[in-house]
């Protein structure tokens, strides 16, 4: 009759890190192709106050962890945000595909209702589980990967739609 | 103990298309204030193969319309895509939200279970409610919200991630 709390975030954000991995795939091997320096795509941004590739990958990879830890009520790890390089943006991929494989559908259970607190620069904001999953993760999950997405298509890495949705 | 589908689904569409409406009141703010036309924004795309700022929108549209229809099972309305003014894209968000009002949460009750069939390119591809609402038209909405915000803040228009969030 609905979806489990569990199915609605952790195979999804999986999927999504598994597509956002074979994207960066295709980018280095892009930048290779063309001689261009790796660092170029890694350090590049779509406008000079937004992130660059680096840090969307970086942020992504937060919102994946945060949302599995702060649903099941664990602590959230703290990663240094340190990756210049395709392969280690691909360590940090796979470390937080690690994280999510070792979440079960039951710990994950009831946590609609578990009210999870985020600190923003703001001051405290408090969600119920289901909003924050549906409201604040999925939403700032998916932004980060498109933005990835979009700095390299915008850098004329060939990329589609088909990269970033996995196979249907 | 769970999510229902219209939860994860008519709210969520809602909310977001809400967003991108106060996204595109920015822009066209931003536009008159800097004296540029406002096709500049609605013509722009982060690469010349792909989609400009207005067809990011009604593709953002023809998720959430087909997203709602699909999971009810009721036919999916087909609208031209002729939007060519910030005024008609605002119109095309609001005839997309009046279409989400029209669904309650009864009519996608076991909507996880339903077979969707979408028609692409490469043919038919056949899911189930669930799969097609978490792998294929969230990921898509949310591609296509996320690549109409890139737009405009490449183009200078100041917008931000809570803009994107909406309040959370």
Same mark, same amino acid.
């Given at each position: 009759m609905?979806? +489990? #709390?569990?199915?609605? +975030?952790?195979?999804?954000l999986a999927?999504?890190?598994?597509?956002? +991995?074979?994207?960066?795939?295709?980018?280095?091997a892009n930048a290779q192709a063309r001689g261009i320096e790796p660092?170029?795509?890694?350090?590049?941004?779509l406008a000079p106050d937004m992130f660059p590739l680096a840090r969307q990958v970086q942020i992504a990879s937060d919102m994946a962890k945060g949302c599995a830890? %702060? =649903?099941a009520g664990v602590d959230v790890p703290s990663w240094d945000d340190t990756e210049a390089s395709f392969e280690e943006l691909q360590g940090r991929i796979a470390k937080t595909r690690d994280f999510l494989k070792s979440f079960d559908a039951a710990q994950l259970e009831d946590s609609e209702t %578990?009210?999870?607190? =985020?600190? #923003?620069? +703001?001051g405290e904001i408090?969600?119920?589980?289901?909003?924050? =999953? =549906?409201?604040?993760? #999925?939403?700032?999950?998916?932004?980060?990967?498109?933005?990835?997405y979009a700095i390299l298509r915008h850098n004329g890495v060939d990329v589609g739609k088909m990269d970033f949705l996995g196979g249907v």
């Open positions: 609905s979806l +489990s #709390m569990y199915e609605a +975030s952790i195979p999804v999927r999504m890190l598994d597509n956002l +991995s074979g994207i960066l795939k295709k980018a280095e660092k170029v795509f890694i350090e590049s941004r830890a %702060r =649903l %578990r009210t999870v607190v =985020l600190k #923003m620069r +703001s408090s969600f119920s589980g289901r909003d924050y =999953l =549906l409201n604040f993760a #999925m939403p700032n999950f998916y932004f980060h990967i498109t933005a990835a």
